[in-house]
């Protein structure tokens, strides 16, 4: 079994300047956040992860940037025998909450947990089989040296694979589906005192690069990209890449 004590560390990690803000807003929704996605996502939440799944067939070694509260990672070692995953995530309170999640699910031995910002990936080049993000590429600081530390540390012939939130091509569903996302997230999310972020984790979505022009900063970063994948009525695309042998 692999530990995470044998994960090859970079030895010459460069420092990346942090964004406070971004940190601190999931540090402060941590306890909300999976009960929220899953009332805004009428409970398909769980369905997209699984496709995620499905995409990258049977990694050895993954790592989950962004992994929250380690939703994806525990999908990946339920789904494949044999998968250890990595989450990383800059929010410690997110981690605690994984944490918990791990022992009640049984995987605990099956996944390890880092500190650590997409930016500046504390590995080794060429350590992952495969990784993959779910809903926190388009919360980093710099999503292009994001993708590129992605390809960095991910083996020749490896996978990425990347769910996101994206606004519908259709412009009458695309209306009708931001209005009910620009009020609702922030409406539930007042109950806890927390209505400002949420309002962020909205506002965030058609502010971020989608389709083809985030296609392109997967290519700019030097991985060769596979026909993004729809699902939802075109609210969720899974975008995946691979490593060029």
């Not at 931001?178 to 999310?189: A, K, V």
């Amino acid at each position: 079994m692999i530990l995470l004590a044998q994960i090859p560390v970079h030895s010459r990690l460069r420092r990346y300047k942090e964004m406070p803000e971004t940190k601190s807003l999931f540090n402060r929704v941590a306890g909300h956040y999976d009960f929220l996605n899953t009332i805004f996502s009428f409970g398909i939440d769980k369905s997209w992860r699984n496709r995620l799944a499905l995409e990258i067939c049977s990694p050895k070694l993954l790592l989950d940037i962004a992994t929250g509260t380690g939703e994806v990672a525990i999908q990946f070692a339920k789904k494949w025998n044999g998968c250890y995953a990595i989450g990383i995530d800059p929010s410690r309170e997110m981690l605690d909450l994984a944490h918990t999640k791990l022992e009640k699910t049984g995987v605990n031995e099956k996944i390890g947990l880092v500190v650590g910002f997409a930016e500046s990936l504390p590995f080794k080049d060429g350590t992952f089989d495969a990784i993959t993000t779910a809903f926190g590429i388009r919360n980093t600081v710099d999503p292009l040296t994001s993708l590129k530390e992605m390809n960095r540390v991910l083996r020749q012939g490896g996978t990425a694979g990347i769910l996101e939130f994206a606004v519908p091509r259709n412009r009458v569903f695309a209306h009708l589906y931001m209005s009910y996302i620009r009020n609702m997230f922030p409406l539930f999310g007042s109950f806890f005192g927390k209505r400002n972020e949420y309002q962020y984790l909205v506002d965030s979505i058609p502010k971020f690069p989608q389709r083809e022009r985030f296609s392109k900063l997967m290519e700019e970063a030097a991985f060769t990209v596979k026909k993004p994948i729809e699902f939802t009525m075109g609210t969720v695309i899974i975008y995946i890449g691979f490593k060029k042998d």
